[in-house]
């Protein structure tokens, strides 16, 4: 025997007792010798893809003819083998299931052009399932070597993975496939969020692990006194569920984690209520967190009793409750019917799962297969779960659209896009016309009427119906967005009349930094905030005109004439701005002063610009606002540092962290421990729980910049911090 061959016969044995040895030695033989030549990107040869697929699938349980189309599924696409000579060395079903992964690799997922291509997948994998494990275990065995590939390529696997292999995993009940799947996807995409879960977790395990052999020896002390052979352990955690966890649920890392797990493997169906019985009679249970799979299993064949009770401390405790038998179907899913004989809801026959015997949703696309006229549907299909909670219905064109239940043409609308749902006028389903409020069910043909007016927009009454966050919020935001555009308006022609009132120069006056330096002393983030605020009646515009004449030198300075702010102009008599740290080019004595569109400090590359009141204005050479100034030429001036003790200079951060209760404290206050003067702070947290802060404040030594970030870092959920280019950026 080939030594080479040794482990994956070692795990045959054990998982396949009566699998034939010598007809998968052949199929490694041929394959080995078809991909001689070849090498993967790592540099190994590139048989040992092909050999670690099957044995992953042969750790699953699976039959001998998987394992040599595993061996084989790539030598028809990649060498000169073709899938006439593989059908006479290995037969009609090895063939097909080769034949069924080459076309399975030809797909561009999320690309409906190759129409012909995915029809031939939904019919290869309703004709023999065993083509999509083949499918996932390359794919798994791919994400275990992703880091070989260009980062492009990793990206866009990694979200293919998570969006539709995954989902298509847990379809097939196959857990254990699907967790590591989403493990390596999540770290390959997020690395900085994955790294910040894990140090979380690992920080926690001691004080989590003590609390969990507590509950796991009282469980099994019960069921030792009831009389019943039970196995009980903890659930493992993966880091992908706990961050969904965190998004789905909305809340903070501790109280999912602190949510304990346990899982109660037992002998038979009997044992299962027994075991549960126990359980709530030491333990208070939740109410409404009983679900009982055994008597309903899920679509994927899921068997298991779930509930959570109130455990020691007041702590709550997850538990699963299952047989042997049902926990190896929920490991390796539809896999496990080639160890397992027997199916959901009694015994069946050996081997091949029939196509749609007891799994809901392959029977479903085939009925898709058959209705409708775009396959393409296949693989948006994929990307949802088979849930009553949502409504699957067309475009004209048969795109799929998932809605939720209940949802109305409105709802369509805004998921197609948000302008056709702003100018929405009415629908037409399945040929009819409806009113918009109606609800629609699934496999409805949607079309949408929309208005060609400029004017055209949402009605208010349409919040009473929808059904979508998405729609709702777009319906929303177009009213805010409308009052809020009507308020800039009133605020910038109130500023302008008032000016007018002084006989001020508007246009001198209106432009430049001088409004925007306005705008952020009275805590306004740009020039458009301030202008609301003053339509919406906050400010008043008198006041904004004073302060705005008094920041540029008074009214003097003000009815300047024009034309003269064009030339450069040396300022003397001014305070020095020594305090800046920076120095012009020939002149000493020119009042300097730092930008704060970019917040310049030592060791950046700096230019000066002659300003008309402001003496020079101090920009960072990558500064967004560089490109402009070089447009007058005649005002740049060179200018280096000379940062001298008593200079101070302001440094904008930013901090992206998974968000939770306490995290703007906690930064403030390491912030403040490092002996910085904070001056504005703003948060934002994005909807999939990533708080990004943004801190503005003052440093006398810019060096001491490393220690700030890096004390930063190390509070509990921050994945990254930087400094930015802007305290408004």
Same mark, same amino acid.
């Given at each position: 025997m080939n030594p080479v061959l040794e482990p994956l016969f070692r795990t045959v044995r054990a998982t396949h007792p009566k699998a034939d040895l010598r007809v998968i030695e052949r199929a490694y033989d041929v394959a080995a010798y078809h991909h001689r030549d070849q090498k993967r990107k790592s540099g190994d040869p590139y048989i040992t893809h092909p050999l670690a697929v099957a044995t992953i699938l042969a750790e699953l349980g699976t039959d001998d003819e998987t394992l040599c189309a595993a061996l084989l599924h790539d030598t028809v696409e990649d060498t000169a083998y073709s899938l006439d000579e593989l059908r006479g060395d290995f037969g009609e079903t090895i063939a097909s299931l080769v034949d069924g992964v080459t076309k399975l690799d030809k797909v561009k997922f999320g690309d409906a052009a190759q129409a012909e291509t995915v029809r031939k997948m939904v019919v290869a994998m309703a004709r023999d399932i065993r083509v999509l494990i083949i499918k996932l275990a390359d794919r798994l065995h791919n994400m275990r070597t992703m880091r070989y590939l260009p980062e492009h390529k990793r990206h866009q696997k990694s979200r293919e993975t998570l969006e539709i292999f995954a989902p298509l995993a847990h379809r097939l009940g196959m857990n254990t496939i699907k967790w590591e799947l989403e493990d390596l996807a999540f770290a390959m995409l997020y690395p900085k969020r994955y790294d910040e879960i894990a140090r979380m977790v690992s920080e926690r395990a001691p004080r989590r692990d003590l609390f969990l052999q507590e509950v796991i020896e009282k469980v099994s002390g019960d069921l030792r006194e009831a009389k019943i052979r039970a196995v009980v352990k903890g659930r493992p955690k993966h880091y992908y569920s706990v961050y969904q966890k965190m998004i789905a649920r909305d809340v903070a890392f501790d109280d999912i984690y602190d949510l304990v797990g346990i899982r109660v493997l037992v002998d038979t169906v009997r044992d299962c209520y027994a075991a549960l019985g126990t359980i709530h009679a030491r333990w208070n249970p939740v109410p409404g967190r009983f679900k009982d799979y055994i008597a309903m299993p899920k679509f994927n064949m899921y068997q298991s009793l779930h509930t959570t009770v109130i455990g020691p401390?007041?702590?709550?405790?997850?538990?699963?409750?299952?047989?042997?038998?049902?926990?190896?179907?929920?490991?390796?899913?539809?896999?496990?019917?080639?160890?397992?004989?027997?199916?959901?809801?009694?015994?069946?026959?050996?081997?091949?799962?029939?196509?749609?015997?007891?799994?809901?949703?392959?029977?479903?696309?085939?009925?898709?297969?058959?209705?409708?006229?775009?396959? %393409? /549907?296949? #693989?948006?299909? +994929?990307?949802? $779960? &088979?849930?009553?909670?949502? !409504?699957?219905?067309?475009?004209?064109?048969?795109?799929?659209?998932?809605?939720?239940?209940?949802?109305?043409?409105?709802?369509?609308?805004?998921?197609?896009?948000?302008?056709?749902?702003?100018?929405?006028?009415?629908?037409?389903?399945?040929?009819?016309?409806?009113?918009?409020?109606?609800?629609?069910?699934?496999?409805?043909?949607?079309?949408?009427?929309?208005?060609?007016?400029?004017?055209?927009?949402?009605?208010?009454?349409?919040?009473?119906?929808?059904?979508?966050?998405?729609?709702?919020?777009?319906?929303?935001?177009?009213?805010?967005?409308?009052?809020?555009?009507?308020?800039?308006?009133?605020?910038?022609?109130?500023?302008?009349?008032?000016?007018?009132?002084?006989?001020?120069?508007?246009?001198?006056?209106?432009? %430049? /930094?001088? #409004?925007?330096? +306005?705008?952020? $002393? &009275?805590?306004?983030?740009? !020039?458009?905030?301030?202008?609301?605020?003053?339509?919406?009646?906050?400010?008043?515009?008198?006041?904004?005109?004073?302060?705005?004449?008094?920041?540029?030198?008074?009214?003097?300075?003000?009815?300047?004439?024009?034309?003269?702010?064009?030339?450069?102009?040396?300022?003397?008599?001014?305070?020095?701005?020594?305090?800046?740290?920076?120095?012009?080019?020939?002149?000493?004595?020119?009042?300097?002063?730092?930008?704060?569109?970019?917040?310049?400090?030592?060791?950046?590359?700096?230019?000066?610009?002659?300003?008309?009141?402001?003496?020079?204005?101090?920009?960072?050479?990558?500064?967004?606002?560089?490109?402009?100034l070089k447009s007058q030429p005649d005002r740049l001036v060179e200018v280096s540092w000379s940062p001298s003790d008593d200079s101070v200079f302001l440094v904008a951060i930013q901090v992206e962290a998974l968000d939770r209760p306490r995290l703007l404290s906690d930064v403030t206050r390491t912030l403040s421990d490092q002996h910085v003067n904070i001056l504005s702070a703003s948060v934002t947290t994005s909807r999939d729980r990533v708080a990004i802060s943004k801190f503005t404040f003052e440093m006398g030594d810019p060096k001491h910049l490393g220690h700030v970030l890096k004390a930063v870092r190390s509070i509990q959920g921050v994945f990254d911090v930087y400094r930015v280019s802007g305290a408004g950026s």
């Open positions: 401390e007041g702590k709550p405790v997850e538990l699963q409750i299952r047989t042997h038998a049902m926990h190896h179907r929920a490991e390796y899913g539809v896999a496990a019917h080639w160890k397992y004989k027997e199916e959901v809801g009694g015994s069946g026959p050996p081997g091949k799962v029939k196509p749609g015997s007891d799994m809901a949703w392959l029977r479903q696309l085939l009925d898709w297969q058959k209705e409708t006229s775009d396959p %393409g /549907e296949f #693989l948006d299909s +994929l990307r949802f $779960d &088979l849930s009553v909670s949502e !409504v699957y219905v067309f475009t004209p064109k048969g795109q799929v659209i998932a809605l939720p239940e209940g949802a109305t043409p409105v709802d369509f609308a805004y998921a197609v896009h948000t302008e056709v749902g702003h100018r929405c006028i009415g629908a037409r389903v399945n040929g009819r016309l409806v009113p918009l409020e109606s609800r629609l069910g699934n496999g409805d043909t949607v079309e949408i009427f929309t208005s060609k007016s400029p004017d055209a927009g949402p009605s208010r009454d349409w919040l009473k119906f929808v059904k979508s966050g998405r729609a709702r919020n777009k319906i929303r935001q177009w009213f805010s967005k409308e009052r809020r555009e009507t308020a800039i308006e009133a605020g910038k022609e109130a500023i302008g009349r008032a000016m007018r009132k002084q006989g001020l120069p508007l246009q001198r006056l209106m432009s %430049g /930094e001088a #409004l925007l330096a +306005l705008a952020r $002393d &009275l805590r306004y983030p740009d !020039v458009s905030a301030l202008y609301a605020a003053v339509g919406e009646g906050h400010t008043a515009a008198q006041a904004v005109v004073q302060k705005l004449v008094a920041s540029i030198g008074g009214v003097d300075s003000a009815e300047e004439d024009i034309a003269e702010t064009a030339l450069p102009t040396r300022l003397r008599g001014r305070p020095r701005g020594g305090g800046a740290g920076v120095v012009v080019a020939g002149d000493a004595d020119v009042w300097v002063r730092l930008s704060k569109c970019c917040t310049p400090v030592p060791g950046d590359e700096i230019v000066g610009f002659v300003t008309r009141g402001h003496g020079v204005s101090v920009h960072r050479g990558d500064c967004t606002n560089v490109q402009q």
